[in-house]
């Protein structure tokens, strides 16, 4: 009983020493003091090889990024990062890394511009998401941008209405192009503004102009239970909005 009593204390303790708090291994883990010298000379080391690169890359590179840009970026981070502190990963693979993915990067930039169907298979394809006041349902379908971020980048710009809206186009990078129309030439439209769309409704209680919530298909509609929309069957409708854009 008393040798299972021991071991028991002995137990308590060793557990208690492998628990207890280090200050030491909280600031280094399992490195030592003098590792954070050689931590410094790698990170001036991968600073340089970075500005380098990006140097190398242009200002096309650091601008607003592709697909295809986005992914040598991420490449690039990911082979400067570790070096700076895992002590087990040496310099020099990183640096081949960097050649290797620079090399690729300036030799697919060269090819896109000689051949562009490499340019729409790497860069993409501008889409039209708004054309002639109303959604582009099929090119809508294809992007991952809900319509409220949709409807906050237009109103950014100072849209209220679709009708102000000739085109609206989502370009490579991810930024939206719009083009209007001039203030004579708007139309009535979808209106964007908040709460505007929690009007919307089913039936058709007076004479108007109305547009469908979904598609944003602008008619004038006569009292009606309800009226599914010519262009993409749906029937929620709202009052269409005719005001000018704000400059």
């Not at 990911?78 to 502190?85: H, Y």
């Not at 319509?147 to 085109?167: I, M, T």
Request: charge should be neutral; hydrophobic fraction near 45%.
């Amino acid at each position: 009983m008393k040798w299972a009593g021991n071991t028991a204390e002995t137990c308590n303790m060793h557990f208690l020493q492998t628990k207890s708090f280090s200050w030491k291994e909280f600031l280094l883990g399992s490195e030592n003091w003098s590792f954070l010298t050689e931590v410094a000379l790698r990170s001036l080391v991968m600073f340089t090889v970075i500005l380098v690169s990006l140097a190398i890359l242009g200002k096309r590179g650091v601008k607003q990024l592709s697909v295809f840009e986005l992914v040598i970026i991420i490449g690039l981070g990911s082979a400067a990062g570790d070096p700076m502190f895992y002590k087990d990963v040496g310099v020099l693979p990183s640096m081949i890394v960097f050649a290797i993915v620079v090399s690729l990067y300036i030799l697919i930039t060269h090819l896109v511009g000689k051949h562009p169907k490499i340019e729409s298979l790497v860069e993409g394809k501008p889409v039209c998401l708004v054309e002639d006041g109303r959604f582009a349902i099929s090119n809508f379908s294809k992007e991952p941008l809900g319509q409220d971020e949709f409807f906050a980048e237009l109103r950014v710009r100072g849209v209220s209405q679709l009708g102000q809206v000739q085109q609206a186009i989502v370009e490579t990078n991810g930024e939206l192009s719009v083009f209007f129309y001039p203030d004579e030439d708007v139309r009535f439209g979808l209106p964007i503004l908040p709460k505007t769309l929690e009007l919307q409704t089913i039936e058709i209680k007076k004479k108007g102009i109305y547009s469908c919530v979904f598609c944003g298909f602008t008619t004038e509609l006569e009292p009606v239970e309800e009226v599914p929309c010519s262009v993409c069957k749906k029937k929620h409708w709202v009052w269409a909005s005719d005001k000018k854009r704000i400059p």
